[in-house]
């Protein structure tokens, strides 16, 4: 009898649902939220209330696409942490809700633990163990991979995520948000080496990019003081110079991590894995190094169920149930 588990992702402000069936995902519904974008940064009311219009809709489309019912599934799963709580609440409610009417096991995932899981949907797939360059709006992590339910974070921020950074620098650029795909669109036509920011000389396997806001905001302080037209007339090569930097922070560091544990798998995850100038240098650096380079697809970078679906099935091969009682949480390690 086969495997089908509709797993739910709510940890932000994509409502999203999907089915897989032994390992193979059949839908992959995600409901974005345009109500931030006037606020310039997702609003946690706006985007629990959302939640809440959006996801018994999603929940249907999920399982029409898949072709199933019901009373096909062999499980629920749902995102437990980290994430904004009040969206967490409602997919986590909802999937205690849908499992205990239908008399079915329930599976909570942590939301970075899926991400990097998001590598193992689509062949070709990682082998173990492998390292796992993860980067979003809240998370900057490299992360070994031992097995699929075997994770160890052994480098992190210590400060802002490489995600935040993009943001960030876009906004200081007054791009509208999301800036940080902004940034990746404009920097395709700049010199990336037109404009030189600093990289922060962080011990070990941590990143940090609070230094680097803080140059990017006093480097376009003093060439607006000089040119109050200067970021329109070099949008491009201000753009393609702050990417390049971020991406060089987060490569440069995981090739370190390559060459101390010895592993040549490589992969990424997360939001900001869906970069191109990222994806590009990854692709360089395993030519250059030698390593076997993974890419999830564009529609399993960002927050989507389909990564949380595929972490659910290794949980259930593995008898990793949840109690009914279990509560969502806003941070969590893995």
């Not at 193979?24 to 409901?31: E, M, P």
């Not at 205990?100 to 991400?115: C, E, F, R, S, Y």
Request: hydrophobic share 45%; with cysteine.
């Amino acid at each position: 009898m086969s495997v089908n588990i509709l797993a739910i992702e709510s940890s932000c402000d994509d409502t999203s649902a999907a089915v897989i069936s032994d390992g193979k995902v059949l839908s992959n519904v995600i409901a974005g939220q345009a109500v931030h974008e006037q606020y310039g940064g997702v609003v946690p009311e706006l985007a629990s209330r959302a939640h809440q219009e959006n996801i018994v809709p999603v929940v249907d489309l999920a399982l029409k696409k898949a072709g199933m019912q019901p009373a096909d599934l062999s499980a629920i799963a749902f995102t437990q942490s980290p994430g904004l709580i009040g969206s967490l609440l409602v997919g986590s409610s909802f999937a205690k809700s849908m499992a205990l009417a239908l008399d079915l096991p329930l599976i909570a995932v942590h939301h970075m633990q899926a991400h990097v899981l998001a590598n193992f949907i689509d062949d070709p797939k990682p082998s173990f163990p492998c390292l796992c360059l993860t980067v979003s709006g809240g998370h900057t992590q490299i992360v070994r991979v031992d097995g699929p339910l075997q994770m160890t974070v052994i480098g992190e921020t210590l400060d802002d995520a490489a995600g935040e950074a993009f943001d960030k620098s876009a906004k200081l650029l007054g791009l509208p948000y999301p800036g940080g795909p902004l940034i990746d669109k404009y920097a395709k036509e700049g010199n990336p080496k037109a404009y030189r920011f600093p990289e922060p000389q962080i011990p070990g396997l941590n990143f940090s990019f609070s230094g680097l806001k803080t140059s990017i905001l006093y480097f376009l302080q003093e060439n607006k003081a000089k040119d109050p037209a200067f970021v329109d007339n070099h949008l491009a090569d201000i753009c393609a110079s702050i990417q390049h930097r971020i991406v060089t922070i987060l490569t440069n560091k995981l090739v370190k991590a390559a060459q101390e544990t010895g592993i040549t798998e490589i992969c990424i995850a997360g939001g900001v894995s869906a970069n191109s100038g990222l994806r590009n240098a990854l692709e360089e650096l395993g030519q250059k190094h030698g390593y076997k380079v993974y890419i999830p697809q564009f529609q399993f970078c960002t927050d989507n169920a389909a990564m949380i679906a595929m972490t659910a099935h290794f949980k259930y091969l593995a008898g990793d149930f949840s109690p009914a009682d279990i509560v969502p949480t806003a941070r969590a390690a893995f």
